[in-house]
């Protein structure tokens, strides 16, 4: 069980790289510039559609980034749901 936080463009290695290790008791949560990557009709979408993960996305991060209203059915989670899952989870990896 490991929580990903993704922060990097869709290019970057380190989104491969967390896609490729995620699995199916893991949550990858997109913040930062990674909330871009929740846009549908995006190769990276469907990438982080067909993970395994549970995938959700920091509502701060996607409000700044003006793309709160088109994630297209993703879960977004406040500070407060950030912290425990920080501390539900053993294990963290934050992919830059």
């Known amino acids: 069980m490991l929580l990903h936080t993704l922060n990097c463009a869709a290019d970057s290695e380190a989104f491969h790289d967390c896609l490729r290790t995620a699995g199916p008791e893991d949550t990858i949560v997109l913040l930062g510039e990674g909330v871009y990557r929740a846009l549908p009709g995006t190769a990276s ?7 395994p993960a549970r995938v959700v996305v920091l509502d701060t991060d996607a409000d700044a ?31 830059y």
């Open 45 to 51: 979408r469907r990438d982080l559609d067909a993970s």
């Open 65 to 95: 980034a003006g793309v709160t209203p088109r994630l297209g059915g993703l879960a977004l989670v406040d500070m407060d749901a950030l912290v425990a899952l920080s501390e539900t989870y053993p294990r963290q990896i934050a992919w």
